[in-house]
């Protein structure tokens, strides 16, 4: 019987609460059984039914020797970094969903585990739900990955998605996902491309060994995305999707997020609402996808009970997923060719296209960002997106 | 550096031999070292660059200290069973793609393995390159395994992919897949469902923990599927699919292989050609779908080789892999209940459709098939297919 505490009993955390109430039978024929023993959040929860088991001091779960699992679902780079360290200090293993502070401060976590012999896990981290991190590094290990491509970001990819299906504008596709409870207050990181970035930034550090800084990874959000994107996507037979993508080539790591133009033809485009869809090319496997729900309460925290259970079994899984410190590694994403869709404005496109806005719409042959803007240059440009397939 | 013996020079072993030299260096850095030490073969290969590894005879590698890895790529369950079993007996580790052998023996060759402290993988036998035994236990650890469907043999699907988008008939469409190389001389097995029938069973021996035998699995293959029904699908906006399908449920497991209609709204339905594309749903993490090449000489190496590298680093995946022998766990899937499409010939039919061959469709309410045969007791069923989606 292993015992654990929980950090943060918000969404994640009572879902990982749950999770191990709701199975807690199949749990026990495989790991022996796991329990919680403790839920450490600032908040008080008097009409939970697990309220016996809150505290506010977390020094209680640091100092109890039968903690030997702590899931931190706290989020941010705080609170939740220093409970974190001082939880492998004290010989705990620690599993996140956490992707911010593994984005941030992975490599660090990962060494401090090693030094204390315990194991810092983060499935969750990446695609939610989706298994992923582990599959990349323990079925494709005969494999050199030459690219990871995917919709990182469930709640971009619902207001695509109903943008796309139901003709609504960015602004109003948003308001809905808020409503839905899909998307925060505050939609900054989703919208912006800096959770999707948070992601590429571990793919891309799982792929290379090294740490990969969010500034290695440019991202550019769906804020811009206009229906007449939209509509001629559609007539060109590609869907609008938001993509955190990494191409390894040449001993570099090129990675960045931005919105792209997605041929039908790609089953990714078929991933719609808030689900993700990762694909990974290798030089043997050829390409693999992995599909699922990338948020949420509980798939969430089916990903963190799994690394809970892995660690329960001593499955060995900690030392797979292992990079080291920052280095140069990075080439420039800009640098990648691939077909352009543009639309730009000007007198002479007017006049050729006859439309009455004066904007016409591209596809380029394949070219690197740079090659686009020579090619651009003096021109207006309304909107670019890459191309897949 | 580890030493391994590759039994089977065909198809899928000598992608393993050449997958281990172009990807030498990083499965190097990931492992120490793996190096082919002998491939065992009735056949002579003068002008392979490997041909001075070829032996004609077993007991060498049987015999070897050296070889701690044995891959049987050999097929079939004649002397196929009985290298396995040597080589467990001889404190070697193996590693196949054989799903006849693993659906077959695969119990009592886990259990010899765990006698002899080494490991029996198959990776590589369900879903070819497709990532899917491993992370079905290792990331849903913490769900209770609902259901699993999917494509699971390419051939069928590329196959009925060419019937769905060209418009050709079964018949030639299975001559057009067996110029390419995608289906053996005797389609049988591929056309007539038992190969998704034995990674069905594998799927459902892994999840239920107990040797689900292929009796216990019903399979229906692809050789009755009419363009008619491909018309009728599209009409309706399914396609067809030939999918196995486990659902677990009250403690019985339901397990059958069948063509179905699939919507256009699933995920499944847009893998198409040779691909293969596996649905796995929890009862915490929702749905799920792994993705990829599910045959072919390198996609499945690249399963094969992944095994071999996690028996190398000592990674513990044997113990994922692991089941009992044979018990009563099997429900009859004639009860499970879904919508189906049927289309019935009859006087009446023909009076109320106006249709001149009088055959009629219709989409029915859901049932069990024990329920459709009463409900169409004295008609003349042309076909009938079950619904996902």
Not at 199 to 226: E, F, R, Y
Not at 329 to 346: H, I, N, Q, Y
Request: glycine share 12%; proline share 3%; hydrophobic share 40%.
């Amino acid at each position: 019987m292993k015992k654990i505490a929980v950090l943060g009993f918000g969404t994640v955390g009572s879902g990982v609460v749950e999770t191990i109430d709701i199975n807690a039978d199949v749990i026990t024929q495989r790991t022996g059984g796991i329990t919680v023993k403790y839920i450490v959040d600032v908040r008080d929860f008097p009409d939970s039914p697990y309220a016996a088991l809150v505290t506010k001091d977390f020094s209680v779960v640091e100092n109890d020797p039968e903690v030997s699992i702590v899931v931190e679902t706290i989020g941010g780079i705080g609170v939740a970094y220093d409970f974190t360290k001082r939880s492998l200090k004290a010989g705990k293993s620690v599993v996140t969903s956490n992707k911010e502070l593994v984005a941030t401060y992975g490599y660090e976590l990962m060494a401090l585990a090693k030094e204390n012999g315990v194991s810092y896990l983060f499935e969750a981290s990446v695609g939610g739900g989706v298994p992923l991190l582990r599959p990349l590094k323990t079925c494709l290990n005969g494999d050199v990955i030459k690219e990871i491509y995917g919709i990182l970001n469930g709640t971009t990819n619902y207001i695509l998605t109903q943008m796309f299906q139901n003709g609504v504008s960015f602004a109003e596709a948003l308001a809905t996902a808020q409503a839905l409870g899909y998307s925060e207050a505050d939609p900054t990181a989703d919208v912006e491309g800096h959770d999707a970035c948070r992601k590429a930034c571990i793919l891309t550090s799982l792929v290379t060994g090294t740490h990969i800084t969010q500034d290695k990874v440019p991202a550019k959000g769906i804020s811009g995305v206009a229906l007449e994107d939209v509509e001629y996507a559609a007539q060109l037979g590609y869907t609008i999707k938001l993509l955190g993508r990494c191409v390894f080539e040449g001993g570099k790591a090129y990675s960045y997020v931005a919105p792209h133009l997605v041929s039908r033809n790609e089953l990714v485009s078929g991933v719609n609402g808030v689900m993700n869809g990762i694909v990974v090319k290798g030089n043997i496997v050829g390409e693999t996808m992995f599909y699922g729900a990338g948020a949420g309460k509980m798939p969430t925290a089916s990903a963190v009970v799994a690394d809970v259970t892995a660690i329960a079994t001593n499955v060995r899984a900690g030392e797979c997923f292992e990079w080291s410190a920052p280095s140069d590694v990075s080439g420039d994403p800009a640098e990648l060719k691939t077909k352009w869709f543009v639309r730009v404005r000007g007198e002479l496109e007017a006049e050729l296209a006859g439309t009455a806005d004066g904007v016409s719409a591209y596809v380029t042959a394949e070219m690197s960002e740079k090659e686009l803007q020579t090619v651009l240059s003096g021109a207006e440009v309304v909107s670019a997106y890459r191309m897949i397939g």
